[in-house]
Protein backbone atom coordinates (compact mmCIF):
# COMPACT_ATOMS: atom_id res chain seq x y z
CA UNK A 1 0.00 0.00 0.00
CA UNK A 2 1.50 3.11 -1.10
CA UNK A 3 1.41 6.26 1.37
CA UNK A 4 -1.26 9.19 0.50
CA UNK A 5 0.83 11.82 -1.79
CA UNK A 6 0.16 14.46 0.38
CA UNK A 7 1.23 12.47 3.97
CA UNK A 8 -0.44 15.51 6.32
CA UNK A 9 -3.79 15.53 4.59
CA UNK A 10 -5.38 12.54 6.31
CA UNK A 11 -4.40 14.51 9.91
CA UNK A 12 -5.91 17.81 8.69
CA UNK A 13 -8.65 15.88 7.48
CA UNK A 14 -9.01 14.66 10.80
CA UNK A 15 -8.62 17.88 12.79
CA UNK A 16 -11.51 19.45 10.15
CA UNK A 17 -14.21 16.42 10.72
CA UNK A 18 -13.46 16.73 14.73
CA UNK A 19 -13.89 20.53 14.64
CA UNK A 20 -17.02 20.52 12.50
CA UNK A 21 -18.26 18.26 15.17
CA UNK A 22 -17.88 20.50 17.47
CA UNK A 23 -19.68 23.13 15.55
CA UNK A 24 -23.31 22.55 17.93
CA UNK A 25 -21.42 23.49 20.89
CA UNK A 26 -20.40 27.36 19.29
CA UNK A 27 -22.65 30.53 20.47
CA UNK A 28 -25.54 30.73 17.64
CA UNK A 29 -24.18 34.56 17.41
CA UNK A 30 -20.73 33.31 16.11
CA UNK A 31 -21.82 30.36 14.03
CA UNK A 32 -21.06 32.12 10.80
CA UNK A 33 -17.67 32.96 11.79
CA UNK A 34 -17.21 28.95 12.66
CA UNK A 35 -18.67 28.01 9.38
CA UNK A 36 -16.56 30.47 7.76
CA UNK A 37 -13.44 29.50 9.43
CA UNK A 38 -14.53 25.54 8.72
CA UNK A 39 -15.16 26.34 4.99
CA UNK A 40 -11.79 28.04 4.42
CA UNK A 41 -9.66 25.37 6.49
CA UNK A 42 -11.51 22.47 4.19
CA UNK A 43 -10.61 24.86 0.94
CA UNK A 44 -6.86 25.18 2.07
CA UNK A 45 -6.81 21.11 2.64
CA UNK A 46 -7.90 20.97 -1.34
CA UNK A 47 -8.41 17.42 -0.62
CA UNK A 48 -9.23 16.60 -4.61
CA UNK A 49 -7.47 16.82 -7.64
CA UNK A 50 -10.52 18.85 -8.94
CA UNK A 51 -13.93 20.24 -7.85
CA UNK A 52 -12.56 21.28 -4.12
CA UNK A 53 -14.91 24.86 -4.23
CA UNK A 54 -17.84 22.79 -5.28
CA UNK A 55 -16.59 20.27 -2.69
CA UNK A 56 -16.22 22.51 0.14
CA UNK A 57 -19.42 24.51 -0.70
CA UNK A 58 -21.62 21.46 -0.85
CA UNK A 59 -19.72 20.54 2.63
CA UNK A 60 -20.71 24.30 3.70
CA UNK A 61 -24.30 23.38 3.04
CA UNK A 62 -24.29 19.79 4.62
CA UNK A 63 -23.07 21.71 8.09
CA UNK A 64 -25.76 23.91 7.91
CA UNK A 65 -28.30 21.70 7.27
CA UNK A 66 -27.40 19.22 10.09
CA UNK A 67 -27.66 22.72 12.24
CA UNK A 68 -31.37 23.14 11.36
CA UNK A 69 -30.54 25.77 8.82
CA UNK A 70 -31.66 25.90 4.83
CA UNK A 71 -29.27 25.78 2.74
CA UNK A 72 -26.86 28.32 1.33
CA UNK A 73 -27.20 28.72 -2.46
CA UNK A 74 -23.99 30.90 -3.50
CA UNK A 75 -24.42 32.02 -6.90
CA UNK A 76 -21.95 31.98 -9.67
CA UNK A 77 -22.45 35.73 -10.26
CA UNK A 78 -20.08 36.41 -7.42
CA UNK A 79 -17.00 34.55 -7.80
CA UNK A 80 -14.71 37.62 -7.25
CA UNK A 81 -16.30 38.74 -3.89
CA UNK A 82 -16.33 34.83 -2.52
CA UNK A 83 -12.16 34.34 -3.87
CA UNK A 84 -11.49 38.12 -2.23
CA UNK A 85 -13.58 36.56 1.08
CA UNK A 86 -11.58 33.15 0.75
CA UNK A 87 -8.15 35.07 0.69
CA UNK A 88 -9.17 37.52 3.66
CA UNK A 89 -9.94 34.26 5.86
CA UNK A 90 -6.46 32.52 4.62
CA UNK A 91 -5.48 35.81 6.45
CA UNK A 92 -7.25 35.52 9.67
CA UNK A 93 -10.68 37.51 8.77
CA UNK A 94 -13.48 35.30 8.70
CA UNK A 95 -15.80 38.19 8.46
CA UNK A 96 -16.38 38.72 4.69
CA UNK A 97 -16.33 34.70 4.11
CA UNK A 98 -19.07 34.47 7.06
CA UNK A 99 -21.27 36.70 5.33
CA UNK A 100 -21.91 34.80 2.33
CA UNK A 101 -23.54 31.88 4.10
CA UNK A 102 -25.61 33.99 6.34
CA UNK A 103 -27.07 35.96 3.44
CA UNK A 104 -26.96 33.23 1.27
CA UNK A 105 -29.55 31.61 4.36
CA UNK A 106 -31.26 34.71 4.47
CA UNK A 107 -32.09 35.12 0.80
CA UNK A 108 -33.28 31.38 0.56
CA UNK A 109 -35.70 31.69 3.38
CA UNK A 110 -37.17 35.57 1.58
CA UNK A 111 -37.47 33.22 -1.72
CA UNK A 112 -38.74 30.13 -0.46
CA UNK A 113 -39.52 29.11 2.82
CA UNK A 114 -41.72 32.46 3.87
CA UNK A 115 -43.57 32.80 0.64
CA UNK A 116 -44.86 29.26 0.48
CA UNK A 117 -45.64 29.36 4.43
CA UNK A 118 -47.79 32.66 4.09
CA UNK A 119 -49.54 32.04 1.16
CA UNK A 120 -50.46 34.52 -2.08
CA UNK A 121 -52.48 36.97 0.39
CA UNK A 122 -50.11 37.29 3.39
CA UNK A 123 -47.81 40.55 3.72
CA UNK A 124 -44.34 39.39 3.53
CA UNK A 125 -41.02 41.36 2.71
CA UNK A 126 -40.48 42.59 -0.99
CA UNK A 127 -37.19 40.01 -1.43
CA UNK A 128 -39.80 37.22 -0.52
CA UNK A 129 -41.54 38.09 -3.54
CA UNK A 130 -38.59 39.17 -6.01
CA UNK A 131 -38.06 36.77 -8.81
CA UNK A 132 -35.36 36.82 -11.53
CA UNK A 133 -37.39 39.37 -13.78
CA UNK A 134 -38.30 41.74 -11.04
CA UNK A 135 -36.19 42.22 -8.33
CA UNK A 136 -36.71 43.22 -4.70
CA UNK A 137 -35.48 46.78 -5.68
CA UNK A 138 -37.61 47.29 -8.20
CA UNK A 139 -40.52 46.59 -5.88
CA UNK A 140 -39.45 48.94 -3.09
CA UNK A 141 -39.24 51.53 -5.66
CA UNK A 142 -42.94 50.67 -7.28
CA UNK A 143 -43.61 50.64 -3.55
CA UNK A 144 -42.66 54.11 -3.17
CA UNK A 145 -44.14 55.66 -6.01
CA UNK A 146 -47.69 53.91 -5.51
CA UNK A 147 -47.26 51.80 -8.30
CA UNK A 148 -47.55 48.83 -6.21
CA UNK A 149 -49.79 48.02 -3.08
CA UNK A 150 -47.87 48.04 -0.20
CA UNK A 151 -47.16 48.80 3.63
CA UNK A 152 -44.45 49.70 5.63
CA UNK A 153 -43.77 48.04 8.57
CA UNK A 154 -42.47 49.64 11.70
CA UNK A 155 -38.81 48.95 11.26
CA UNK A 156 -39.01 50.70 7.96
CA UNK A 157 -38.97 47.93 5.05
CA UNK A 158 -41.82 47.29 2.87
CA UNK A 159 -44.30 44.54 3.10
CA UNK A 160 -46.45 43.37 0.19
CA UNK A 161 -48.46 39.93 -0.92
CA UNK A 162 -47.79 37.79 -3.94
CA UNK A 163 -51.79 38.60 -4.84
CA UNK A 164 -50.84 42.05 -4.93
CA UNK A 165 -47.38 41.36 -6.80
CA UNK A 166 -49.30 39.52 -9.46
Keep these: MRPPPWPEVPHLVKDWISDAGDLRQVDELMITEALAELHARFERIHPFLDGNGRAGRLVLDLLLVRLGYPPAIIYKGSPSRYLAALRRADDGDT ?9 AVLDN ?12 ARLVPLPALS ?3 LSANALRVAATRCRLKAAKSADGSWRSSRTWVD
Aim: proline share 17%.
Design 95 to 103: GPLGEFPAR
Design 109 to 120: LYKFVVPAVAGP
Design 131 to 133: TDL
